[in-house]
């Protein structure tokens, strides 16, 4: 069976501080893993994936996420937080055949100045 | 057209009545996703088109949800009879059929509906 958990309903950051979203992921079979971002009553926006190979991924807008396989996590991370950053965050895990999404709960970033 | 759109963006519909929502792909995008966001979830799987082909329904609630994409561009996803429990944004997405970016759904903007 496949799961995504996000632990924290919440995260609040200040500005220029580092941040990190937590996710962590069950499946059968390799995982194809997502970022996505939601802002307010606006749909989901593609971050970033891990598909195969480097398990530091970059993606849009200065984030970053790491795949490790050990720990079954893919934590997305930014260096210097915006508050423009603040939005809802979601993990998603993807079967093989890229078809159905299952996604985390989500997690409020909150970035203040 | 540049991303997915949908509409309405916004639905208030009373206990009972029937509604239709709107997606309009990425254009060439052959895959097509409907999912429901409850206040305060992620998203949740309905079901999946290949061009007019409905290739998995596993995610719709109950028979009052059907939904049809006839000419494997745009499809509609209606509601019968909606329940207050039916209230949700519905998302809609779309994926390339290859290239580099075959594996990423691209989301519209979502319907939210409010049953009374």
């Known amino acids: 069976a496949q799961s995504v958990a996000q632990p924290e309903d919440q995260v609040n950051v200040a500005e220029g501080n580092p941040l990190t979203v937590k996710c962590t992921y069950s499946v059968s079979g390799n995982p194809y893993l997502f970022w996505y971002v939601q802002y307010p009553n606006r749909g989901l926006q593609f971050l970033l994936k891990y598909i195969t190979g480097d398990n530091l991924v970059k993606g849009s807008y200065g984030f970053e996420a790491e795949f490790n396989k050990s720990q079954t996590s893919f934590h997305l991370k930014k260096p210097s937080a915006l508050v423009s950053d603040s939005a809802l965050y979601f993990c998603a895990l993807i079967p093989g055949d890229f078809n159905k999404f299952y996604f985390g709960s989500g997690t409020k970033l909150n970035v203040k100045p | 057209g540049a991303g997915v759109s949908q509409s309405p963006r916004y639905k208030v519909a009373k206990r009972g009545q029937d509604v239709a929502l709107r997606c309009d792909p990425i254009?060439?995008?052959?895959?097509l996703f409907w999912y429901q966001q409850a206040l305060g979830q992620g998203p949740e799987f309905l079901t999946y088109f290949q061009n007019e082909a409905q290739l998995d329904k596993s995610g719709l609630p109950s028979d009052r949800f059907f939904a049809e994409r006839p000419e494997g561009s745009v499809s509609t996803l209606k509601i019968q009879r909606t329940q207050q429990e039916d209230s949700a944004v519905y998302l809609c997405?779309?994926?390339?059929?290859?290239?580099?970016?075959?594996?990423?759904?691209?989301f519209g903007p979502g319907t939210r509906l409010l049953v009374l």
């Open positions: 254009s060439g995008h052959v895959s």
């Open positions: 997405a779309s994926r390339s059929p290859s290239g580099p970016t075959q594996e990423t759904q691209y």
